[in-house]
């Protein structure tokens, strides 16, 4: 990892093990509905300006083609930080992050995170020679890895959104919660909506259109973010059951969200969401097989049972 001083900002260069290609996440954010801070960037751009949580303005300059702008309170810390991720060379990306000096490093670590740079990926290509079905989808975004939640805290608090709810319902009942009590960070050229801190979530009311039994489980799960409970690298080094078991015990969180926080929040790659029922049922289909071999496929992508659910949920292909 090397640190480079520019116009206010810190690029910082990481170099990534395994494939991987910024346009072909700056492609699959434009296909895919617009979720709270993440946006894909094509053509010149540039970091333009954060707003501090403190309201104060920070200008900033920098960019590069087919970027990824990333917005997302930084865990531990909360303050606000914004990150523009662009690709230097091959297996090298550059991450020009705006963030309060301290958070520097927590703030890349974090980019990297959500966009699973953080992932030794050099063994997936013998998991794809493996299985020509998910090898397929794959072929369909080279370059691409699993794009996560900003947080194991944001994953959990769409968990609690999305109960009994379709994931676009979710979706826009979570930006309406990001544009009143979270930060409006522009950055890129774009401006992104990013989802509030533990702190800034506070006491919803029914204007939200959220009952009040969820609207009392995201204050729970704000508290237990302050208090480290859903730290996304914490739960990456438990063992997945412990993690799961962990999470389970927040009130509102069953084996779907906790599956999900783990995995697309924590970030953690070899965990397989069996409790999803819509991507079982499609494995099902394309592998033309019952339980017993459902577990069977997913066990031949070990270690990355994570990416292969990524790419049956939300890659695309023609299956003509």
């Known amino acids: 990892m090397t640190a480079l001083a520019e116009r206010g900002l810190v690029a910082v260069e990481v170099e990534v093990r395994g494939d991987v290609d910024v346009a072909e996440y700056a492609a699959h954010l434009a296909r895919t509905p617009q979720r709270c801070g993440i946006t894909g960037i ?16 920070r200008d900033t300059d920098g960019g590069a083609a087919s970027s990824v702008a990333l917005a997302f309170p930084v865990e531990r810390s909360w303050s606000y930080a914004a990150a523009l991720v662009s690709q230097s060379a091959p297996g090298v990306v550059r991450i020009e992050a705006a963030a309060v000096a301290e958070d520097v490093h927590a703030t890349v670590a974090q980019a990297c995170r959500i966009l699973s ?15 020509p079905v998910l090898a397929r989808r794959v072929r369909a975004g080279p370059g691409l890895r699993p794009v996560l939640f900003g947080s194991a805290y944001e994953a959990a608090c769409w968990a609690v959104v999305c109960h009994r709810l379709r994931v676009s319902q979710a ?53 237990a973010a302050v208090e480290g409970v859903l730290d996304s690298a914490r739960l990456r080094r438990l063992p997945i059951g412990t993690a799961l078991e962990e999470v ?20 953690h790659p070899d965990l397989f969401p069996r409790a999803e029922s819509h991507l079982t049922t499609a494995l099902r289909r394309h592998y033309d097989t019952d339980e017993p071999g459902l577990a069977a496929v997913a066990d031949l ?14 890659v695309t292909i023609d299956e003509q």
Do not use: H, M
């Open 171 to 223: 979706d826009a009942l979570v930006r309406r919660i990001a544009e009143r009590r979270g930060r409006r960070l522009r950055i890129g050229g774009r401006e992104v909506v990013c989802f509030p801190a533990p702190g800034d979530l506070g006491d919803l009311d029914s204007s939200y259109r959220l009952s009040a039994v969820k609207r009392k489980r995201l204050a729970a799960v704000a508290e």
């Open 42 to 57: 094509t053509g010149i751009t540039g970091i333009d300006n954060i707003t501090d949580a403190d309201g104060s303005a």
């Open 301 to 314: 992508w070990r270690p990355y049972r994570g990416w292969g659910a990524f790419f049956f949920r939300e």
């Open 248 to 267: 389970r015990r927040l009130p509102g969180i069953g084996p779907f969200s906790a599956e999900l926080v783990v995995g697309r929040g924590a970030g």
């Open 117 to 131: 740079f953080d992932v030794d990926g050099t063994g997936f290509p013998s998991v794809l020679a493996c299985d």
